[in-house]
């Protein structure tokens, strides 16, 4: 059963105070809910959606970010070479208000694992905040687009790169970087917003002063106490190396002031090099904002072998648990286990699978450790067949909503499994250190994606709708219960978030693996913005029959489409009918 809207769990209040019809971070709010409250565009209208206006980059990379927009001014950064757009939404057609071209190293697109991409921005404090994928942050005015400070976080000739977000909490940017198929040891670090300078960094291997670890340190799991893991669980060194980058996703809670992050498999892909549990590979840390110390940490995938990095979003939510009210999180795992977990402590309340999976039995109730498959690990130059899911997982970075309306989370995910053969590598700096070779398939059924609807509490999907690609893009939900994705073929949908039912789709120019956002514009009228530029992971699908062509468009809808000639501002009619009444129909199951 989907809640009503009259459930007493409900997402964390970690709402900054921006006005409901703005988008400032990818996430909208601290607790990375992708829940926008403006409900003109409902069950009612949303069939009379229609594009408003459009606007390509000329950029042949995939579009993964969410379009930000604030002060009636939209902000957009090319995937590569990083290139900042400001919209003036007040003008018919949204023209160009300034550009910026931090000009980055073009050596970083060879270094890129999964395409040359960057997976958002984000507004704070009158600026525009993003990172280039040669490993700078940058922070430019947002009035003027011009530069007021950037910072070097690495260096890209060593083989990291810099995809991620730039997350801003407080009066912080948090960057991560990437590169773990090449070798790079991984780390998340903490910058000043007003002058960019660098104020922690704290490791993701390594011993505890490096991965900043002190007597506050408490994982609720005993494997998981213990001095210097970081280290220890590794062949001597080896953590030097050991990837274990964190290029997802950072959520943040003003109350515990923590934040939330993951981190990427071990390096090198190969299991056999690394015996252990390879600490803190495949896992997620709670740090506290200001000090970087950790507060808590959980291995996702202990000794991963299968290439299922732990850095998929943390949405912060409240549920009623047992009584009371619990402080959760819920991240959907590569592994393809679904977890609830108390943000406070650690605790694992709910780890259940959301998708086709074989290389583990369970989760041991007790321990939170996954109980392995032995027909499942791989062996080097011994193939092993149909081990499920493959590397990119059950679900990678593509983004979910939650919805405190229904108490339901919304996500695309795969149905993708692998013939893997392992081969020994050996650490050379800059190059690929990764042995992994692996021919993918669909999973049962033959259909490449699913997007469904998740109970967090119950843990399990409430409905679902198979897709023949696999589906990668973000997800939106909406105060009149629509909820927004893409399709890697192309397709833009909105579904019923309570039954699951499609009620539009759209054609766009390309895959769509971007993150949809919406907005309010000048006009007073609902839009919905999304990219459609396929690339990223979505590429291994690219010899399937249908695959689209690369894009670099930036698709925005209302209803009724573009609003009149003579622009936004002087639009005087409303198509917007009024918001439906929920319905209590039981969804369908799945
Ligand atoms: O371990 C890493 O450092 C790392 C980095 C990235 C990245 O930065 O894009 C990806 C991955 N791993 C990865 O495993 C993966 O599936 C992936 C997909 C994508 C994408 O943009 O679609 N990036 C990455």
């Given amino acids: 059963m989907a809640h009503d809207p ?15 019809g703005e988008w400032r971070r990818p996430g909208r709010d601290y607790a990375g809910t992708r829940y926008s409250p403006l409900n003109q565009i409902n069950a009612g209208n949303v069939a009379e959606l229609k594009m408003a206006w459009s606007f390509a980059d000329g950029v042949p990379y995939g579009h993964e970010g969410a379009p930000l927009v604030a002060d009636n001014t939209m902000y957009l950064v090319t995937p590569f070479p990083n290139v900042a757009y400001a919209l003036d939404l007040t003008k018919p057609g949204a023209p160009i208000k300034w550009t910026y071209s931090p000009n980055p190293s073009p050596m970083a697109i060879g270094k890129a694992c999964c395409d040359a991409v960057l997976r958002g921005w984000a507004l704070a404090d009158g600026k ?5 994928l040669d490993d700078h942050t940058v922070a430019v005015d947002a009035q003027t687009g011009k530069e007021l400070w950037r910072t070097k976080l690495a260096n890209v000739e060593d083989g990291v790169t810099t995809t991620m977000a730039a997350t801003v909490y407080k009066d912080k940017v948090f960057v991560g970087n990437s590169g773990g198929e090449l070798g790079v040891h991984g780390w998340l670090a903490a910058l000043d917003l007003k002058s960019g300078k660098e104020l ?35 062949p001597a060194d080896m953590w030097k190396h050991g990837g274990s980058a964190s290029w997802g996703w950072i959520t943040y809670d003003p109350d515990l002031n923590l934040i939330y992050y993951g981190t990427a498999n071990p390096s090198p892909r190969v299991p056999a090099q690394r015996p252990g549990l390879n600490l803190w590979s495949a896992a997620m840390f709670a740090r506290d904002a200001d000090s970087g110390m950790a507060r808590w940490a959980f291995q996702f995938t202990p000794h991963d072998q299968w290439d299922y990095d732990g850095v998929n979003e943390d949405v912060l939510i409240d549920i009623p648990w047992r009584g009371q009210t619990r402080k959760a999180l819920v991240q959907f795992n590569r592994n393809g286990f679904a977890y609830t977990i108390d943000r406070q402590t650690g605790e694992v309340l709910v780890a259940k699978p959301f998708g086709n999976l074989n290389w583990a039995l369970g989760v041991d109730p007790k321990t939170a450790q996954p109980i392995v498959n032995p027909a499942m690990q791989p062996k080097p130059g011994v193939k092993l067949p149909n081990a499920c899911p493959t590397d990119i997982g059950v679900k990678d970075w ?11 989370l919304y996500a695309g995910i795969f149905n993708i499994c692998m013939d893997l053969t392992d081969h020994p590598v050996s650490y050379i700096a800059g190059t690929p250190y990764d042995g992994m070779e692996m021919k993918r398939h669909a999973g049962p059924g033959g259909n490449w994606g699913e997007f469904m609807a998740w109970d967090p509490i119950q843990g399990r999907k409430v409905w679902s709708i198979k897709e023949p690609f696999m589906t990668m893009s973000g997800a939106l939900v909406t105060g009149s219960d629509l909820v927004f994705y893409g399709t890697v073929d192309g397709w833009f949908r909105a579904v019923d978030a309570r039954t699951g039912k499609v009620l539009w789709s759209q054609k766009l120019g390309s895959g769509v693996i971007g993150q949809p956002i919406t907005y309010l514009g000048p006009d007073g009228r609902q839009y919905v913005a999304v990219y459609a530029g396929v690339g990223g992971a979505a590429m291994v699908a690219a010899q399937q029959p249908g695959f689209p062509p690369r894009g670099d468009t930036l698709y925005v809808f209302s209803v009724g489409g573009a609003s009149n000639n003579s622009g936004p501002g002087l639009l005087s009619s409303q198509p917007g009918k009024p918001a439906a009444q929920p319905d ?7």
Avoid: C, E, H
């Avoid at 009259?6 to 409901?20: H, R």
């Avoid at 525009?128 to 280039?132: C, Q, R, S, V, Y």
């Avoid at 209590?584 to 799945?590: A, D, F, G, I, L």
């Fill in 398 to 408: 593509q983004p979910a909503a939650f919805s405190p309306r229904t108490g339901l």
């Fill in 584 to 590: 209590n129909t039981s969804p369908s199951q799945t």
């Fill in 6 to 20: 009259g459930w007493n769990g409900a997402a964390a209040n970690l709402a900054p105070n921006d006005p409901p």
């Fill in 200 to 234: 922690w960094r704290a490791y993701n291997t390594g011993p505890d002063d490096q991965v900043k670890i002190g007597a506050d340190f408490k994982p609720f799991y005993p494997w998981m106490r213990g001095k210097d893991l970081g280290a220890t669980t590794w």
């Fill in 128 to 132: 525009l905040i993003f990172n280039t």
